[in-house]
């Protein structure tokens, strides 16, 4: 993993990150671009649109760390947020996650798997698990 997303891991779940750099190793490369969030920065992301919550999986737990990461592949080389090409380019993220996840036993959901708000690069541990 690069230094930016190891930073991004720095509070995140043990679970999450043994997941994501596992993932980190098969053929879509990617980088980590969100882990922990602040309130601040929780409440910039909804205004935004960008979240649709202030009980964020990306705000810390009581432990001190955040149970959800945001991903961006990177094609040729460069991060992309693959506008208007979302479900094909993320997808294919999402299922080698997924089958780290299985290969791991770490229960993961996907934001695009969401019927409400698709939220392409996000990853987290179900609250049922890691409250």
């Known amino acids: 993993m ?3 997303s190891e930073a991004c891991l720095r509070l995140v779940e043990p679970d999450l990150c043994k997941l994501i750099r596992s993932a980190a190793q098969t ?22 649109g960008r979240s649709q919550t202030m009980h ?3 705000l810390p737990n009581n432990a001190g ?3 959800a990461v ?3 592949p990177l094609i040729d080389g460069r991060l992309s947020f693959a506008p ?12 080698q996650i997924k089958a780290s996840a299985r ?10 798997d969401w019927h409400t708000f698709k939220d392409w690069g ?3 541990l179900p609250w049922s698990t890691h409250p």
Not at 27 to 48: K, N, S
Not at 84 to 95: F, S
Not at 103 to 112: H, R
């Open 122 to 124: 996000h990853f987290q």
């Open 65 to 67: 760390y955040a149970a």
């Open 84 to 95: 208007g090409n979302e479900a094909r380019v993320y997808g294919k993220l999402a299922t």
């Open 70 to 72: 945001d991903v961006t």
């Open 56 to 58: 964020s999986r990306h």
């Open 2 to 4: 690069d230094p930016r």
């Open 27 to 48: 053929p879509q490369p990617f980088e980590v671009t969100y882990g922990v969030r602040t309130l601040a920065a929780e409440a910039q992301a909804v205004a935004a």
């Open 103 to 112: 290969a791991l036993g770490v229960t993961i959901e996907w934001g695009g």
